[in-house]
């Protein structure tokens, strides 16, 4: 499993071809992705264009960018000029975009070979890749089990080695989670820190963009690339660009991390001893586990049902057969084309959502759900900055469980649940990262996930960089352990 | 309109234009107890004086665009994911005269 | 056959204008900002609503609702946001409108309007910024959508349920369509739904002081069908009311949204408000507050033009032109500033205004024009105008002078009459003597009723003098003549 640094070194130093590289990518795309359905479109051609292209460039000695060589696969919640972006759902299964989102520009600014888009929960809209129009993506540690979601055609992707890198998008979780699920790097960066232009939008003062990698080394070197301001987003962080590669390498002497204990209380079996364990592991690296206080988190999953599906509501309004996706034969007239257009294009936990957000947004409950939610989410944000004067930074474990089984979840509050550990950090706009931190007995990943204050970016990766250094590779999955 | 009216899928749909069938709305309105009852355990929580969060970013105010003439949507490219189109229009089923 | 007694009941009205911004893109995105083009060709990303897309305010819009705050005194807030209104349509590119509901730009403030010589000080309620919708074009068995519109940026300005006529209401919305053009924040052109108007109607026995339910009718965009469109629906509640004497307010008048029918001269209910949507505002999260410093309003406030009130002031006080003449003049700042350029060369204000708002606008509603639209310019109406004053030519004569600039607007009076000679007036003694001889001697008794002390009868024989004249023999000559041999 080569990391994306080391692909671009080699593609640099002329040991390797872009072409070659694209090619080796595609095969195992080609032969594993039938079982796993991660992809739900493989850029064939597009990609070995750029490659060949990118060769060209390089035989030219013009200068290289900082993905040159690097396949990376993107969420089809993700905008790329003339493919198509499905969301993974019927209402968009012939939607071309029409533009590119600012991050895949961004990418391909660099040099990076755009391979795919893949799939997730329809809408990013779930926690386990079930909610996909086009069939669950499987998890490569345990083809049984979800890989999580929403992100999880990403996350299997790069745990199968089908890419090195991935974008997803997180609203409540659904990087981290699937990477914590999948034993690969998954990082939300602070909320603005990456464009979200181009990001078809579900929660929007929650989602954010962000990597899938094996390493966290590539995390920084993925975020030195789209960490940048958008003229087209204004909520995008407008400061001076970090060089996280130079300043990831820090010691955690005298460094304080906190540990929300009370809330943890209910963790217990494996979980529990893997999430001690790496606490373990940073106290060895030299750093001060510090008590803090963050029972409020308990609120977040309610927070987060009324936040994110009003907000959601309102953002797929939009789709209703008219100017683009999905328009039902089947109205004369305009009322029953919104109705049957929407309600045959959408999935049910989609559907679902909206009618939730619908009704927290309504007059009479608006005081009630939704204004009571702001207010519990801005005492949700003092109480993390509170954390914060005391400590550098947060652990806590990514996920409650590791990998459920695809048909395990029945009840739509165990989904929710699944996200309990990741909701503050959308929350709040804290960046977090979740670094694989080893196996249950049957096999299947754990993750731990470091946060830090608003724009403390680096501050977490440095964490998870020197984290990750002290805990031995995970074995990679069986499934598709074949070639390198 | 009562809350519980408000809360019946069916006014629910009529407003965001779904409408589900027997089945959905019935694991709708089954689930919608228990997910409301989860909305609600904000109730515990004291906000009194407290004020809501509109926006996470508390210092970024002010983003502006210059009024210039800018990016631009093609024509084609609008209409090439159009469903209906007629005389460069979006073409729809008739209209009540409304909004 | 109920007696319905209209005079007994007070309409109480309140107005909701919607003004167009002329700023040179969209209000959240930057497509051009232009209208009559074919459809869908000023179009981008975000005015149609396509996925992913998010909005970026316009610093133009905001600086045009800032101004109009300062020009009608109100409070320009310090802090304001923008939320999101739900409801579907296909004219609304993402089935939310972003406006500003829970804290609008601009609070309070006052537009001063004349009705019928009377100023009268409406309040206005609060005004903000939103963008305005696509355009749906309406055929026999489908509609067609143009996007051009979608995003245009809105300043709706809501005033006080205050007026209490049609005549109110219309002089409110001319003298805020005056601030608008004099600001040149909007240009207001009504054919092209540059100023649209919503109002709320409800009537009250006079001198009751409670509010009853009231009516909206919405998207007028002409002042008259406007006048008509509230004078038919008070009627209507009044109607009602008398009626059904013991009936339930509400279900009398059956508040909610209507629309005026022009063809029959009814309002028609649209929805009635029991079923009125729900629009589930909430904060735009897409989008980040406004906060404004001291310095920049008041270097606005420093920076603002002459204002159409101002302007009403100064021509009553200084030119002394006479109160619902001078209301005319400036509610239109094209014939307005028109004025102020052919007054240095009219010298006589009185009758430059009157030819401006009376003669001329005369044959422009003939024409079916406007004073822009007739290329006229406005030193060629100051010149006829002095003529007139220096006794050049006479008034009949300028009359006959007008039309011919009508039709040819590159041509300057002094040249039209210089090259007509039935224009050149005639004063030479020697031509009218004989003619006013011969009217003298042809109606004694008039000569006799003038000396009676009737002054008409002098009026009579000059216009006799003139009539043979065709018009053109100077009437002050004329008068003198006659006045010299009566008395002789």
């Known amino acids: 499993m080569k990391t994306a640094i080391e692909i671009r070194q080699n593609f640099v130093d002329g040991k390797i071809s872009a072409v070659e590289i694209v090619t080796q990518y595609l095969e195992r795309i080609k032969k594993y992705d039938s079982e796993l359905n991660a992809f739900l479109a493989v850029f064939n051609e597009r990609a070995l264009e750029k490659a060949k292209a990118l060769d060209a460039k390089r035989e030219k000695g013009e200068p290289l960018g900082k993905l040159a060589g690097v396949p990376i696969a993107i969420k089809d919640n993700i905008l790329i000029e003339g493919q198509l972006c499905t969301c993974a759902s019927k209402m968009l299964e012939n939607y071309k975009a029409p533009y590119s989102a600012t991050v895949a520009r961004l990418l391909e600014e660099e040099d990076a070979i755009l391979i795919g888009k893949t799939n997730m929960d329809e809408f990013a809209m779930g926690g386990s890749g079930t909610h996909s129009a086009f069939g669950p993506t499987k998890n490569p540690y345990d083809l049984t089990c979800s890989p999580g979601g929403s992100s999880s055609g990403s996350a299997a992707a790069v745990s199968a080695d089908l890419c090195p890198i991935a974008l997803g998008s997180d609203t409540g979780g659904s990087i981290r989670q699937p990477a914590a699920l999948t034993g690969i790097v998954g990082f939300k960066p602070t909320y603005g820190r990456v464009s979200r232009y181009g990001l078809v939008a579900f929660g929007s003062s929650l989602d954010q963009i962000g990597p899938f990698t094996h390493s966290v080394k590539d995390v920084a070197l993925m975020m030195e690339v789209l960490g940048k301001h958008c003229e087209h987003d204004s909520t995008s962080l407008n400061t001076t660009p970090i060089r996280y590669l130079e300043e990831i390498e820090s010691s955690l002497e005298g460094k304080r991390i906190g540990v929300p204990w009370h809330f943890l209380e209910e963790l217990n079996g494996e979980v529990k001893d893997n999430f001690e364990e790496s606490i373990e592991k940073l106290k060895s690296l030299g750093a001060e586990v510090i008590d803090v206080d963050l029972d409020i988190l308990k609120y977040g999953v309610s927070i987060y049902y009324i936040l994110s599906t009003a907000e959601a509501s309102t953002n797929l309004a939009r789709f209703d057969g008219i100017r683009y996706g999905y328009r039902t034969k089947k109205a004369e007239n305009l009322e029953s084309t919104y109705r049957l257009s929407r309600s045959k294009g959408f999935g049910w936990e989609v559907k679902n959502r909206i009618l939730l957000g619908t009704s927290v947004l309504s007059s009479s409950s608006y005081e009630e759900l939704f204004a009571k939610a702001q207010k519990v989410r801005t005492l949700l944000i003092h109480k993390m900055r509170e954390a914060f004067g005391k400590c550098d930074c947060i652990a806590i474990p990514t996920a409650p469980s590791t990998a459920f089984a695809l048909d395990g979840m029945k009840d739509p509050l165990e989904e929710y649940l699944q996200d309990l550990y990741t909701i503050g950090a959308n929350m709040a706009g804290l960046p977090a990262i979740s670094v694989p931190s080893g196996l249950s007995a049957k096999g299947k990943p754990f993750g731990i996930q470091f946060m830090g204050p608003q724009t403390h970016d680096l501050e977490v990766m440095r964490f998870a960089y020197a984290f990750e250094s002290k805990c031995p590779p995970l074995s990679p999955p069986q499934f598709g352990a074949g070639n390198d | 309109m009562s809350l519980e009216e408000e809360k019946n899928s069916k006014y629910l749909g009529s407003l965001a234009r779904i409408e589900l069938s027997e089945d959905e709305e019935k694991t709708f309105n089954q689930n919608l107890e228990k997910i409301l009852g989860y909305m609600h355990l904000l109730d515990e929580v004291d906000t009194q004086g407290t004020l809501p969060c509109t926006h996470v970013l508390e210092t970024t105010t002010n983003v502006m665009g210059e009024d210039e003439v800018g990016e631009h949507l093609d024509h084609e490219t609008f209409l090439k994911n159009a469903p209906d189109s007629v005389g460069g229009m979006i073409k729809v089923p008739p209209v009540m005269q409304a909004e | ?488």
Request: with cysteine; charged share 25%; proline share 6%.
């Open chain 3, 1 to 488: 056959m109920t007696d319905i007694h209209y005079e007994n009941w007070e309409p109480v009205i309140g107005l909701e204008v919607h003004v167009q911004l002329n700023t040179k893109s969209k209000m959240f995105s930057r497509s051009l900002n232009q209208f009559g083009d074919e459809p869908n060709t000023n179009i981008d990303m975000v005015n149609t609503g396509q996925p992913g897309t998010l909005p970026i305010l316009n610093k133009q819009a905001v600086k045009y609702a800032i101004q109009f705050g300062l020009a009608v005194n109100a409070e320009v807030a310090r802090t304001s946001s923008f939320d999101r209104k739900s409801y579907f349509y296909p004219d609304n590119p993402r089935n939310f409108q972003i406006t500003q509901f829970f804290n609008p730009i601009i609070r309070n403030g006052t537009v001063t309007c004349d009705v019928d010589g009377h100023t009268k000080h409406v309040k206005i309620v609060e005004a903000h910024l939103e963008d305005d919708t696509g355009m749906l074009k309406h055929f026999s068995s489908f509609a067609g959508v143009d996007y051009n519109r979608a995003g245009t940026p809105l300043l709706e300005v809501v005033s006080a349920p205050s007026m209490h006529s049609p005549k109110d209401a219309s002089a409110f919305a001319m003298a805020l369509k005056a601030i608008m053009q004099y600001l040149g924040v909007a240009e207001c052109n009504m054919d092209q739904g540059g100023l649209r108007m919503d109002a709320n109607i409800s009537v009250r026995p006079k001198g009751d002081k409670t509010l009853r339910p009231k009516v909206e009718i919405k998207n007028m965009n002409s002042f008259h069908n406007m006048e008509m469109a509230i004078e038919a629906e008070i009627r209507r509640q009044i109607q009602a009311y008398t009626l059904n004497p013991n009936e339930d307010h509400a279900k009398a008048i059956q508040p909610g949204t209507y629309r005026f029918d022009l063809s029959t001269r009814k309002t028609v209910m649209m929805r009635l408000k029991e079923d009125a949507l729900d629009y589930r505002y909430f904060p735009e999260p897409d989008l980040v507050p406004i906060t404004l410093q001291e310095e920049e309003i008041e270097a606005l406030k420093a920076s603002l033009p002459e204002l159409p009130h101002q302007r009403y002031l100064r021509y009553i006080s200084d030119l002394e032109l006479p109160a619902d003449s001078a209301s005319v003049l400036i509610n239109d700042k094209y014939t307005s500033d028109f004025f102020e350029e052919a007054l240095p060369i009219a010298k006589n204000a009185t009758s430059l205004c009157n030819w401006l708002i009376s003669e001329f606008l005369g044959r422009f509603k003939e024409k079916g024009i406007t004073l822009k639209a007739s290329n006229l310019k406005s030193e060629n109406i100051g010149k006829l105008v002095r003529m007139i004053e220096e006794k050049v030519i006479t008034g009949r004569i300028a009359k006959q002078v007008a039309d011919d600039m009508l039709a040819h607007p590159e041509k300057n009076p002094e040249e039209i009459v210089k090259a007509n000679p039935n224009y050149q007036p005639v004063s030479d003694t020697g031509v009218i003597e004989p003619i006013v001889d011969q009217i003298l001697k042809d109606n004694p008794q008039s000569i006799a009723d003038y000396k009676a002390g009737r002054t008409k009868a002098m009026a009579f024989l000059v216009g006799q003098v003139m009539k043979e004249t065709k018009g053109k023999a100077s009437p002050s000559v004329v008068n003198d003549l006659i006045l010299k041999k009566i008395s002789s």
